[in-house]
């Protein structure tokens, strides 16, 4: 069986992780620019300065995109490339980089999914309070009206947010990402209800200004927990688990997707996080509630459960269960049972915007990259997706992460995540064995598989 007609096929990257040029054409600092010069927050103490370099080689780029035959590219834009200070004045040299990856994407028949905030926060409006200020939604209500105006006769394909788990959980209650705040839990609540609320006003600020009919998502993680059977109650715990609010920290999925799918925060979180949470007036949650063309899901592994007295209970996994070079484990059941409790409770078409896997890779004797762990995740996770869509469950793209090797945040460059293989030094760029196998996947729209 193959994939519904039309259905997109890509991979995905953000710009702090490859554009590198951070200090070229006028851009401003982000968050990250800074983040990485202090000592002991980078593996190696790398930074994403260069990256990939992808600033000056798009074009090369983009033309192997085309050479495996992605219909979709998902990307994310500099928001301090287009606004140096955040807000006030715009940096045509951002714009005009912008332009020119979105032309070469179209005349290569590459369909671009524009993802808006990927992490590179400000820096100015970091020190003017960042996502804790009162102003910070507008602040990102202006960037994103600035950008749709110029792109949106190109682009008609947006994402919002980039798991909001990770930029408010990661970057400001562990301080393991930038800006690498250790705040308490309500303002961490607070930083989180601000980013939702900047997600609604930037899908109004979207809305009403693009000159072509916009198609908009958000793309926070969304990782279901697998039923151990698939007895019901096996397979009611698991679906209980995925949207569950147990713990005080970021890492679940209704927190975060509820208030803008549904129009409220889950009872158990506001239960969890008790008085902790911060006041805000009820209209917060209609700005926060737009309604949504998708919903984006960055999806990687799960967990298995089964029914008990005590409600849903953990199956640990078996000694020896493969994982990635991450340490992640390799589920592949986890892109059968995400579009199908996804699509259930939010009753939205779904688009797998993250799924991948890093893995040690390198030149081998031959010249190429044999990345047959990388070929074989792609099997066997795209057959369970080829499975939920055969029983229904609307899902319109997937997209791999990532396009190519880049720089994994806090890990530097030692994760590869790219079906194309990066010499970071000469800024060769090789397809891995994955990328072929995806290149006839793309090509069978799936029937190979
Ligand atoms: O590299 C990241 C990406 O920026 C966000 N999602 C997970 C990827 C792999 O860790």
């Not at 994310?76 to 606004?83: C, D, G, H, Q």
């Not at 609010?245 to 509820?258: L, M, Y």
Request: net charge negative; aromatic share 16%.
């Amino acid at each position: 069986m193959s994939f519904p007609k039309g259905f997109v096929w890509g991979a995905a990257s953000a710009a702090y992780q490859l554009e590198g040029a951070v200090y070229e054409d006028g851009k401003g600092f982000s968050v990250w620019d800074k983040f990485v010069r202090q000592p002991g927050k980078i593996w190696n103490g790398q930074t994403g300065e260069v990256a990939c370099d992808h600033y000056h080689r798009y074009q090369e780029d983009v033309n192997l995109m085309r050479q495996i035959g992605f219909t979709g590219y998902r990307c994310s834009i500099s928001w301090p490339r287009i606004l140096p200070s955040g807000t006030g004045k715009i940096n045509a040299g951002g714009l005009a980089f912008y332009d020119r990856l979105v032309d070469a994407l179209l005349e290569a028949r590459i369909v671009p999914y524009i993802t808006l905030f990927h992490w590179d926060y400000p820096y100015e409006l970091f020190i003017r309070g960042g996502w804790l200020n009162p102003d910070s939604p507008d602040w990102f209500a202006e960037y994103a009206k600035i950008v749709v105006e110029h792109l949106s006769d190109r682009v008609s394909h947006w994402f919002t947010l980039n798991e909001p788990q990770c930029f408010v959980g990661l970057g400001h209650l562990d301080g393991q990402h930038a800006p690498g705040l250790k705040l308490d839990i309500s303002q961490f609540l607070q930083v989180g209800h601000n980013a939702l609320l900047a997600h609604g006003k930037a899908v109004q600020a979207i809305r009403a200004n693009s000159k072509t009919p916009a198609r908009i998502g958000y793309a926070p993680q969304g990782n279901a927990t697998i039923p151990f059977t698939l007895k019901p109650e096996d397979v009611e715990a698991a679906r209980r688990d995925t949207f569950a609010v147990t713990q005080r920290n970021t890492w679940n999925n209704a927190w975060w997707i509820d208030p803008v799918c549904l129009g409220h925060y889950p009872e158990d979180g506001l239960r969890v996080f008790g008085d902790s949470m911060p006041e805000f007036p009820e209209s917060d949650l209609d700005i926060i509630h737009q309604p949504l063309d998708f919903l984006g899901l960055n999806t990687y592994f799960g967990k298995y459960v089964k029914a008990s007295p005590n409600g849903p209970e953990e199956v640990s996994l078996r000694p020896g269960h493969p994982i990635t070079a991450f340490d992640w484990p390799v589920l592949p059941e986890v892109l059968y049972w995400t579009p199908r409790f996804f699509y259930e409770r939010y009753q939205l078409p779904l688009i797998f915007a993250e799924n991948g896997m890093s893995n040690v890779d390198w030149i081998s004797v031959d010249g190429k990259v044999h990345d047959a762990q990388r070929v074989d995740y792609l099997t066997l996770y795209l057959r369970q997706l080829q499975r939920a869509v055969n029983d229904g469950f609307k899902v319109e793209g997937y997209f791999h992460w990532s396009v190519m090797d880049n720089f994994e945040w806090s890990f530097g460059f030692r994760e590869r995540f790219g079906l194309i293989y990066v010499d970071f030094e000469s800024q060769k760029r090789l397809l891995k064995d994955s990328a072929l196998w995806y290149k006839e996947i793309i090509a069978t729209n799936g029937a190979c598989l």
